[in-house]
Structures are given as structure tokens and as C-alpha cells.
């Protein structure tokens, strides 16, 4: 199994797993933005857990851009919209996997 496919995998399990999770909330207590964000910062742990994912994210995102920009790859953006809209979790191996692309077509 090649590493482009290996990240395609991993980027379908960021998608679906978090979405396992995510879904769950609404369906239990209805669409509650806040009762989705208070338990993030609930103590000082989840606190710190949270922090180290936004600095990760943000991480991710200066290197895309920069990838991105010398592998001259189309619409990085998409990668930001990917982290926003499910995580990290599927953003990153859905980059690394249209990377090794583009890497093979060099």
C-alpha cells in the first residue's frame, strides 16, 4: 500500500470518527452552539488540550500555505475549510494525500 493511499484511509477515518462524536449532540439536546463549546474549556486539562490543538491547527495552516505555494498546488484554502468544518483529524492526511499527488505528477 503506497503512502498517498495510507493518507486517503486516515483522511476517511478523521472524517467519519469525529463525525460519530459530532452528531451525537444535536441529536441529543438539539443544535446548542454553546453547550458544543462549554465543555471544551471545562477544566483546566481540557483547557490545555484545546490550546494545544488551536496552535496545531494554526501550524498546519502556515504550512500548507507554504507547501502549498512551492509545490504550486491549486486552492489551499480548501485545507483550512476541511480543519474548520470537521478537524485536523481529516484536513491533514486529506493534504499529505493531495500532496504525494502532486509530488507524482512532477
Known sequence: M???NIYLI???IGFIVPYYFFLQLPAE???DL???I??????NLLRGVAMDLTVSVIVF????FAEANKLQMKNPWLYLLA?????LS???????????????AK
Open 2 to 4: 503506497t503512502k498517498k
Open 10 to 12: 486516515l483522511a476517511i
Open 29 to 31: 439536546n438539539g443544535f
Open 34 to 36: 454553546p453547550l458544543l
Open 38 to 43: 462549554q465543555p471544551m474549556f471545562a477544566n
Open 61 to 64: 495552516w502556515v504550512y500548507v
Open 83 to 87: 480543519t474548520l468544518l470537521v478537524g
Open 90 to 104: 481529516f484536513a491533514l492526511p486529506l493534504f499529505l494525500y493531495f500532496r504525494e499527488r502532486q509530488l507524482e
